[in-house]
């Protein structure tokens, strides 16, 4: 099959490998409909993460189920899926939790950007789109694989409460997807912190009623006078850098708290800070599976539409392309399709 | 009036100082009835904060108002009072969100092991003792001046739920607190780590339903064997070292929170832990205010009392044993009264 391998920083090629199978009885294999590029594929093509062996590269993605394995129960052949980035099994107590994402069987997409996708724990993990997968959803679909219900995650773990005033610090997709999880939540002002006007124009499409171009010292005090001083309510940090938390912190009233979803790079927390502000901290990464069948559902009844996220469309052959696009911040988030 | 200063590390003492009195239109004067040493005054008492010049120490009192000032409108001379150890004045945002010790007006009891108290922002801070503080309920009512309403926070900050295992990490006067508040909230099995038969017989009157006298890895076994696994669904972190916390989060089931209350020494925090595990942390400074009608209301009516923190009842002469006993952990907690 045709798969994105990332061979080192920089160098991202679309090779031929062998196709993904069933490998454990509780297995699907998905036939890609769509997938597409995540923010934090960026960490590894930016040589962030250190060194590495070629690998292939993509969690996120949707599809038709093309094989199952002998204890999958509930999917079949020619079931079209939503595949969260994260496998589980559904029923051990972290699941039963509400926390997929630390299931005791979790395992992980690996081949979103590719022909065909191994789904591990398949009857856990998986959720059916009755209706089919049709160019028309396709991306709204697609963003329930990972950008929005990462998104929902942050504005969850930051517990946004209808009439909050709600600040989202990152302008990447997830923080975008972040904005709208806060509208549908119920908040009443959301101040997307952003100075680029294509993330801006989504933002506002999304719902934010505030922008906020601003960083460091100057973003805080945009907030303060927006707020009398006070500060915000709740506070999606959806970036994972050192400024970003600072700027998430800054910006938070007493009491508050910052969800957190972007996967921390150089973060240096201060205890003493959170103490004398009370200020408390809670995210990190998304239990997908948790989420899914409510936001599928917001979707189907055309609730919310998180497909804004999506500014590049390409055929897989263009993946290297689509990685230029995001890392030189052309584009916001590229949808891949392996068949054009 | 007689108060005690902290002169030096290890060097405390009752010395004669000028009067508490008035300063600020909106202060009172309390007489003190009863006072107490806290585990917070033990930093200064060991040099754990530095150098410092001598000073009055003690935030905790209740006593009878002898004076206020023209600007107090709700407290009259005679009204017997529970002091918050933070003052606030109960109108800002910050307090309008419970959040009262953080208010823009904040100030703090700084004689408490005295005669006499002066308490600013009185209207806002005091609440009133409508029966009268008297020598059978003056140690409930004592504790809360800090000791129960931080426990409480504790608790209100990792989000207690009824049917919740929750740990409470550290058996000083505060961890004690935190057991009787998590057990008050209905959690169905709390798990007080303690190894000190003092304190475990304290946390088991209060309602904690297993003790756990291990500590580092093998506390954290020991909780994961009584929970099958799993971990704690809240945990009560009431220390504020590295060593505590970091057991706090070892215990922590993942989609949890860390409550903290311990004034924070040298606590390193890992945020990708927090990321990997989706525990969160909350905590700080306890709004005693934003607590106090409704814990005044339930040590009234005898739903409980936390009185068995104390264990040794000392004139304010000898103060300076009353630290000696705690420094050494003969004493869980000493109630001082300027009257014997």
Redesign the interface.
Known sequence: MRATVLHAPGDVRLDEIPDATVVEPTDAVVKVLAGCICGSDLWGYRGANGAFDPRTIGHECIGEIVEVGAEVRDFRVGDHVVVPFCHSDNTC??CR???H??CTHSGFTVSGQAEYARVTQADGSLVRVEGGITPANRAALLTLSDVFPTGWHAAV?ARVQPGHTTVVVGDGAVGLCGVLAAVTMGAERVIAMSRHADRQAVATTFGATHLVAERGEAAKEAVMELT?G?GADSVLECVGTGAS?ETAFDVA???A?VG?VG??HG?D?S??R????????????A?VRAYLPDLLGRVERGEVDPSGVFDLELGLDAVAEGYRAMDERRAIKVLLTPEP
Chains 1, 2 share one sequence.
């Open positions: 107590a972290h939790a509400g926390f994402s630390v773990s009398d006070v938390m009233r007493p009491g708290t957190f996967v921390p973060v927390l205890i003493r959170m103490f004398d502000s009370n200020v408390g901290l809670r995210g990190g990464m239990p």
